[in-house]
């Protein structure tokens, strides 16, 4: 399996790309703002047709370029329906700070093809299993998609649930501390040690790593029903 990605020119937001080999077809997961060109750059080294687009959550940092990149292609975007309505109106996911910041200033549009994900669900796409889990709380519509690996290694692309040594914001619309720990819960605590998590932000980490380090999942390790 080939998986790759690089931080978008704002928020350093992470755009991965993944196939099950060069040559293939692709999924496109999270293309934020200014990725464009990288992403590019990215399918052409690897001989790469996108196939569809996988959004985590509806969060502009994470999708502001879902439009250009399906359009382009006649492709579909993916993204949990408690989600969807910031694909066509970006601010109902934004603080005042952020609305102030972009409103108005950004071209935005919502992709013409759009398919809403379940929780529980196995897609295969471009030749590759995905795995959906709706882990709510950094938004309500969050989600990660968890893929095989090359061994036993499972891979968890996060979004803004779990970063290496932190978690995602819940002061935004949307946002529930208490959903969110439920979340790693039910959701990131249950996964294997070596599971590979891609997050939304920042460097990848492990499951086993987040577990042994990372404050909050400690915390509701050693008080499971503190947050709750």
């Known amino acids: ?12 937001t992470n755009c991965y790309v993944v196939a099950a080999g060069p040559g293939e077809q692709c999924l496109i997961i999270d293309p934020g703002i200014g990725v464009l060109d990288q992403l590019e750059e990215i399918l052409a080294e690897h001989r790469l047709s996108p196939a569809a687009v996988l959004l985590t959550h509806g969060h502009l940092d ?5 439009a250009p990149v399906c359009g382009a292609r006649g492709i579909t975007a993916y993204v949990h ?39 529980g669900a196995t ?12 882990a709510p709380g950094h ?16 891979i968890c692309f996060s979004g803004d649930v779990l970063f290496a040594g932190s978690i995602g914001r819940t002061d935004l619309p949307g946002g529930s501390t208490p959903t969110m720990m439920a979340s790693l819960r039910d959701k990131i605590l249950p996964l ?12 990848a980490t492990t499951i086993g790593r987040e577990r042994a380090s990372n404050p909050y999942l400690r915390d509701l390790i050693a008080a499971p029903g503190r947050f709750l």
């Open 1 to 12: 399996m080939l998986v790759t990605g690089f931080p978008a020119q704002a928020f350093g």
């Open 62 to 66: 994470h999708t502001f370029s879902v």
């Open 81 to 119: 329906p408690g989600d969807r309505e910031m694909l066509a109106d970006p601010a109902k996911g934004l603080s005042a700070d952020l609305t102030a910041m972009f409103g108005g200033r950004l071209p935005y549009s919502e992709p013409d093809d759009v398919a809403e994900l379940t929780d």
């Open 123 to 134: 897609l295969t796409l471009a030749g590759v299993e995905v795995t959906v889990d709706h």
């Open 139 to 154: 938004t309500g519509g969050s989600v990660l998609f968890r893929l095989p690996g090359e061994s036993s290694e499972e």
């Open 192 to 203: 294997a040690d070596e599971t590979v998590v891609l997050p939304g932000h920042g460097p």
